[in-house]
Nanobody, 121 residues
Framework: QVHIAESGGGLVHPGGSLRLSCAAS????????MAWYRQFPGKQRDLVAS???????TVDDSVKDRFTITRDNSKNTIVLEMNGLEPEDTAIYFC???????????????WGQGTQVTVTS
């Protein structure tokens, strides 16, 4: 079994900061890309930021000046540092990882349950 655990969501005022953490654990052989997506009400999930295991980062243009993604391969974790939060950032944030388990060695996408981020005055 592979497990994706997210933490760090919450309520913050405009201009504030939050730190989202995601950890992959369990029956893991290789963790490839890890990413954060967000989903606005009634919309599909959109990529916010991702990082390969070689630490190549991709960050959506709409947040690249405010959000930073980092990764620790030794712990299979990624962190999304969100600064200058705006009400428009209010969404459910999901962690996703592309993982090959130890057995069976079939590479698949694994998702966390999501964590709510609310930015309001």
């Amino acid at each position: 079994q592979v497990h994706i655990a997210e933490s760090g969501g919450g309520l913050v005022h405009p201009g504030g900061s939050l730190r989202l953490s995601c950890a992959a654990s369990g029956n893991i052989f290789i963790v490839y890309d890890m990413a954060w997506y967000r989903q606005f009400p009634g919309k599909q999930r959109d990529l916010v930021a991702s990082m390969t295991k070689e630490h190549r980062a991709t960050v959506d243009d709409s947040v690249k000046d405010r959000f930073t993604i980092t990764r620790d391969n030794s712990k299979n974790t990624i962190v999304l540092e969100m600064n200058g939060l705006e009400p428009e950032d209010t969404a459910i944030y999901f962690c996703e990882a592309r993982i090959t388990p130890l057995k069976p060695q079939v590479t698949s996408e694994y998702w966390g349950q999501g964590t709510q981020v609310t930015v309001t005055s």
